[in-house]
């Protein structure tokens, strides 16, 4: 569960690029973040990943304060960030040994994961192989890796279609539902509103920095009082805003 | 043609190479400013000093040319040393070549702005050595406003030799290693063939071009008329014109000089932008190419690979690898810890001769009642030699825009800290080690002695570690599109070796009254054992808030 409660975050004293936002993802669910770019997104994830530092409100990831107990909030996440260009000149097993010495993974645990999950992603035969050498959904793919190698309950993933392979991508929006019928959380963000319509159980729409929306795509189309497509709505709330 | 040239120039330049102070802290401003306003001058009238006290000694023997010989002799070689890794870094492994490669541009116009642009940043360092000689000269000898236009000339040109000798070395050996699957590793072998290559052929040089009897160089003293501004051609070819056409500006003799100073310029530079248009290309292309071995990962080399290990160990051991595999860090990072033995000991490979220096230098260390010193000089030795790394000092900064990947890591900032001043301690050790062997075998300094160095000289080194990652937290240069930007043109490096100075004090205390090994050893190790506790609670304390602060 993620529960954000009045998080803002201004940068250079000025952007305010999250403004008062309350959000709450239960256990068991899906969520989807749209918006359009520069809404608020990536900043919002990095807020609840850890990576920056709110200036006011509290997030807590399955209970635990991100800021008061950070390592243990930080064990519960599955974080892939929106750009999978990193440790290029690591081998692919070097990163995948690293992330799980980071997260405490025990040799045994970490085996059976690395054979499960690089055999499920087509990557078996270039973890001997340096990361610069991947293509960009390759490198993706190793990222994503090595963030499931923990078995993280919470999966906050930021764009993670972007470059995968139609087998890969069907894959892993497979495994957001399992994991999340397991009775864990996923969060994630999209541009591409198709899969956001699909996979996700609610949605909120960012714009500025304020959730112009959350809830069910019911939810939605009842809020809009028509039958249309999320991206007629999606184009229209963000409109109304410009 | 030329202008796209200079356009790539003005470009490269916009780009942010050298200091760029946007976005730079007010402490930074002003450090840089105290550089510039201060220490520059000061260290500029300084050798105005020297050069006047030599001026009035060299003129009784009619010998006052050398100074101007010297001094394009001595910045010339500095222009080819720095150049070589220069060079390396701009037109190899800047992350702009890749850019550069699909513009329509040739080859020759991409070498030769970049070559500019080098020139350009040469000539700030050139102008600190060489303009206090100049106007001093100038104003010493009462010459002609010619002397000044001339010396102009001189000074222009000054960089253009050196820098295009090293540019061909460089090319040519970059031809020839960009044939590999792995790359980074033949470049970087290619880097350091190419350093040695180069210190090699200037030594070689000063010996075949510069070997003259004592006699000889008597009879040259006593000849008077500036004779002897003929061996400095022996340091550095140019040397000679660039400076008989400043010494007699008012004679056709200086013109004809002039003459052949700036034609060897400019021919040495065809010749390398002839070089640059058959093979350049060939040695940039698929700079970031990496071999793929698709090797299937059986199970036993899974079990063997996928074993558990500590958080700090695995984090440190991570943190050399990349060191050791980025070209530009392992050149400016790593090998500099190798290097500075190579240094001394290249000159004894090519001049057996110095073999006495050495000879009568170990006689002195050898003499009783100075342990103590030796002590204290190795202390300084390890202070500069792990300084001037740069490990600690950048290591914040080569984290570049993935420094977010270590804010949502499960692990304290606390061990991280611990493991980033472990990878620049571990490679400062080595040049410690480095500096013992030599003095065991080079300077016949005695097993025990060694071994009680040994025993303490990790201190100084933990110091500049701590110090180096404390100021990088402060100040640290995130915003870079190239790596050589992270750690080459950051001026961390440079506030470190600054930092260097402070303990340095216990050590000239040893000197200074010529303490007794077992006082240098009681003083010195607590001065640094008092210090490095200092620093290492300001580090877990300030340090950690300060990397909780930072944010990309």
Redesign the interface.
Same mark, same amino acid.
């Given at each position: 569960m993620i529960e954000l409660k009045n998080v803002s975050k201004t940068y250079g004293g000025t952007v305010k690029a999250v403004d008062n936002l309350s959000l709450t993802i239960p256990d068991g669910e899906i969520f989807g973040f749209l918006g359009p770019n520069g809404a608020g997104k990536t900043t919002t994830i990095k807020l609840i990943a850890g990576i920056l530092n709110a200036d006011s409100g509290t997030i807590l990831v399955n209970g635990r304060d991100i800021e008061k107990e950070a390592l243990e909030a930080k064990k519960q996440i599955g974080y892939v960030p929106d750009t999978p260009n990193m440790f290029l000149r690591l081998k692919g097993i070097e990163y995948l040994n690293f992330m799980a010495d980071m997260y405490d993974v025990s040799t045994e645990e970490r085996k059976e994961r690395i054979e499960r999950l690089s055999r499920h992603f087509g990557m078996t035969d270039v973890l001997q192989d340096r990361i610069q050498s991947y293509s960009h959904g390759m490198r993706q793919k190793i990222v994503l890796i090595g963030v499931l190698l923990h078995n993280p309950p919470v999966w906050i993933l930021d764009e993670p279609m972007t470059g995968l392979d139609p087998r890969s991508s069907f894959l892993l929006k497979e495994m957001m539902r399992e994991h999340a019928d397991r009775g864990n959380t996923v969060f994630f963000s999209t541009h591409v509103l198709d899969v956001a319509e699909k996979v996700c159980d609610r949605v909120a729409i960012i714009n500025k920095g304020q959730i112009l929306f959350c809830g069910t795509m019911e939810e939605m189309q009842e809020h809009f009082k028509k039958n249309s497509s999320l991206e007629s709505m999606f184009l229209e709330l963000t409109e109304s805003e410009e | 043609m030329k202008n796209k040239t200079l356009l790539l120039a003005r470009t490269l330049i916009k780009n942010g190479e050298g200091l760029n102070l946007k976005g730079s802290s007010t402490f930074t401003k002003i450090a840089i400013l105290i550089v510039f306003a201060i220490l520059i001058p000061s260290f500029m009238f300084g050798i105005a000093f020297v050069v006047t006290g030599l001026l009035t000694v060299l003129k009784s023997m009619g010998q006052e040319g050398v100074i101007l010989s010297w001094g394009i002799a001595i910045n010339s070689t500095i222009v080819f040393v720095f150049g070589i890794f220069y060079v390396i870094s701009t037109f190899y492994f800047s992350s702009d070549v890749e850019m550069l490669l699909p513009l329509p541009l040739k080859p020759r116009q991409i070498v030769a702005a970049k070559f500019l642009v080098v020139t350009i940043y040469e000539y700030f360092t050139t102008a600190i050595f060489f303009l206090p000689i100049w106007i001093t000269y100038g104003v010493y000898m009462k010459c002609s406003p010619m002397f000044y236009l001339y010396g102009l000339i001189v000074f222009l040109l000054l960089p253009v030799t050196p820098l295009s000798i090293a540019s061909v070395i460089i090319m040519i050996i970059m031809r020839f290693t960009n044939l590999s699957r792995y790359k980074?590793t033949v470049r970087m072998l290619g880097g350091m063939i190419g350093i040695f290559l180069g210190l090699g052929l200037n030594i070689v040089m000063q010996n075949v071009l510069g070997r003259m009897s004592p006699e000889e160089i008597m009879e040259l003293v006593q000849k008077g008329e500036n004779s002897l501004v003929v061996l400095t051609s022996g340091i550095f070819p140019t040397a000679r014109w660039g400076a008989e056409a400043m010494i007699y500006h008012n004679q056709l003799s200086g013109f004809m000089s002039l003459l052949i100073y700036a034609g060897f310029s400019i021919l040495i530079f065809m010749i390398l932008l002839w070089l640059a248009q058959l093979i350049y290309l060939k040695g940039a292309a698929g700079l970031?190419?990496?071999?793929?071995?698709?090797?299937? /990962?059986g199970?036993k /080399? %899974?079990?063997e +690979?996928?074993?558990?290990?500590?958080?700090i160990?695995? @984090?440190t051991r991570?943190e050399l690898? %990349?060191l050791f595999?980025?070209p530009i860090y392992f050149i400016n990072c790593v090998m500099i810890n190798f290097l500075w033995p190579i240094f001394i000991l290249l000159p004894l490979i090519f001049q057996p001769e110095e073999i006495n220096v050495i000879r009568e230098l170990s006689q002195v260390m050898n003499r009783p009642g100075i342990e103590g010193m030796i002590l204290a000089g190795a202390f300084i030795a390890a202070l500069f030699f792990s300084a001037s790394n740069g490990i600690t000092s950048t290591s914040i900064s080569r984290e570049g825009q +993935?420094l977010?990947?270590k804010? @949502? %890591?499960?692990?304290?900032y606390r061990q991280q800290l611990t493991a980033k001043i472990l990878s620049g301690f571990l490679l400062g050790l080595v040049s410690v080690l480095s500096m013992i062997i030599f003095g065991i075998l080079v300077l016949k300094i005695s097993i025990w002695l060694s071994l009680l160095i040994l025993a303490v000289v990790w201190l100084p080194v933990l110091y500049t570690s701590l110090t180096g990652l404390l100021i990088d937290l402060y100040n640290p240069k995130l915003d870079w599109d190239s790596e050589q930007k992270a750690v080459k043109q950051n001026i961390n490096v440079l506030y470190n070796m600054l930092a260097a100075f402070v303990p340095a004090i216990g050590s000239a205390a040893v000197f200074i009254f010529s303490l007794s090994l077992p006082a240098a050893l009681i003083i010195l190790t607590l001065e640094y054992v008092l210090l490095c506790l200092l620093l290492g609670k300001l580090l877990f304390t300030k340090g950690v808030e300060r990397f909780? /602060?930072l944010?990309v």
């Amino acid at each position: 569960m993620i529960e954000l409660k009045n998080v803002s975050k201004t940068y250079g004293g000025t952007v305010k690029a999250v403004d008062n936002l309350s959000l709450t993802i239960p256990d068991g669910e899906i969520f989807g973040f749209l918006g359009p770019n520069g809404a608020g997104k990536t900043t919002t994830i990095k807020l609840i990943a850890g990576i920056l530092n709110a200036d006011s409100g509290t997030i807590l990831v399955n209970g635990r304060d991100i800021e008061k107990e950070a390592l243990e909030a930080k064990k519960q996440i599955g974080y892939v960030p929106d750009t999978p260009n990193m440790f290029l000149r690591l081998k692919g097993i070097e990163y995948l040994n690293f992330m799980a010495d980071m997260y405490d993974v025990s040799t045994e645990e970490r085996k059976e994961r690395i054979e499960r999950l690089s055999r499920h992603f087509g990557m078996t035969d270039v973890l001997q192989d340096r990361i610069q050498s991947y293509s960009h959904g390759m490198r993706q793919k190793i990222v994503l890796i090595g963030v499931l190698l923990h078995n993280p309950p919470v999966w906050i993933l930021d764009e993670p279609m972007t470059g995968l392979d139609p087998r890969s991508s069907f894959l892993l929006k497979e495994m957001m539902r399992e994991h999340a019928d397991r009775g864990n959380t996923v969060f994630f963000s999209t541009h591409v509103l198709d899969v956001a319509e699909k996979v996700c159980d609610r949605v909120a729409i960012i714009n500025k920095g304020q959730i112009l929306f959350c809830g069910t795509m019911e939810e939605m189309q009842e809020h809009f009082k028509k039958n249309s497509s999320l991206e007629s709505m999606f184009l229209e709330l963000t409109e109304s805003e410009e | 043609m030329k202008n796209k040239t200079l356009l790539l120039a003005r470009t490269l330049i916009k780009n942010g190479e050298g200091l760029n102070l946007k976005g730079s802290s007010t402490f930074t401003k002003i450090a840089i400013l105290i550089v510039f306003a201060i220490l520059i001058p000061s260290f500029m009238f300084g050798i105005a000093f020297v050069v006047t006290g030599l001026l009035t000694v060299l003129k009784s023997m009619g010998q006052e040319g050398v100074i101007l010989s010297w001094g394009i002799a001595i910045n010339s070689t500095i222009v080819f040393v720095f150049g070589i890794f220069y060079v390396i870094s701009t037109f190899y492994f800047s992350s702009d070549v890749e850019m550069l490669l699909p513009l329509p541009l040739k080859p020759r116009q991409i070498v030769a702005a970049k070559f500019l642009v080098v020139t350009i940043y040469e000539y700030f360092t050139t102008a600190i050595f060489f303009l206090p000689i100049w106007i001093t000269y100038g104003v010493y000898m009462k010459c002609s406003p010619m002397f000044y236009l001339y010396g102009l000339i001189v000074f222009l040109l000054l960089p253009v030799t050196p820098l295009s000798i090293a540019s061909v070395i460089i090319m040519i050996i970059m031809r020839f290693t960009n044939l590999s699957r792995y790359k980074d590793t033949v470049r970087m072998l290619g880097g350091m063939i190419g350093i040695f290559l180069g210190l090699g052929l200037n030594i070689v040089m000063q010996n075949v071009l510069g070997r003259m009897s004592p006699e000889e160089i008597m009879e040259l003293v006593q000849k008077g008329e500036n004779s002897l501004v003929v061996l400095t051609s022996g340091i550095f070819p140019t040397a000679r014109w660039g400076a008989e056409a400043m010494i007699y500006h008012n004679q056709l003799s200086g013109f004809m000089s002039l003459l052949i100073y700036a034609g060897f310029s400019i021919l040495i530079f065809m010749i390398l932008l002839w070089l640059a248009q058959l093979i350049y290309l060939k040695g940039a292309a698929g700079l970031s190419e990496t071999g793929s071995k698709r090797n299937k /990962q059986g199970r036993k /080399q %899974l079990a063997e +690979e996928a074993v558990r290990g500590s958080v700090i160990g695995t @984090y440190t051991r991570t943190e050399l690898k %990349l060191l050791f595999r980025t070209p530009i860090y392992f050149i400016n990072c790593v090998m500099i810890n190798f290097l500075w033995p190579i240094f001394i000991l290249l000159p004894l490979i090519f001049q057996p001769e110095e073999i006495n220096v050495i000879r009568e230098l170990s006689q002195v260390m050898n003499r009783p009642g100075i342990e103590g010193m030796i002590l204290a000089g190795a202390f300084i030795a390890a202070l500069f030699f792990s300084a001037s790394n740069g490990i600690t000092s950048t290591s914040i900064s080569r984290e570049g825009q +993935e420094l977010f990947i270590k804010k @949502y %890591l499960p692990v304290s900032y606390r061990q991280q800290l611990t493991a980033k001043i472990l990878s620049g301690f571990l490679l400062g050790l080595v040049s410690v080690l480095s500096m013992i062997i030599f003095g065991i075998l080079v300077l016949k300094i005695s097993i025990w002695l060694s071994l009680l160095i040994l025993a303490v000289v990790w201190l100084p080194v933990l110091y500049t570690s701590l110090t180096g990652l404390l100021i990088d937290l402060y100040n640290p240069k995130l915003d870079w599109d190239s790596e050589q930007k992270a750690v080459k043109q950051n001026i961390n490096v440079l506030y470190n070796m600054l930092a260097a100075f402070v303990p340095a004090i216990g050590s000239a205390a040893v000197f200074i009254f010529s303490l007794s090994l077992p006082a240098a050893l009681i003083i010195l190790t607590l001065e640094y054992v008092l210090l490095c506790l200092l620093l290492g609670k300001l580090l877990f304390t300030k340090g950690v808030e300060r990397f909780i /602060q930072l944010e990309v």
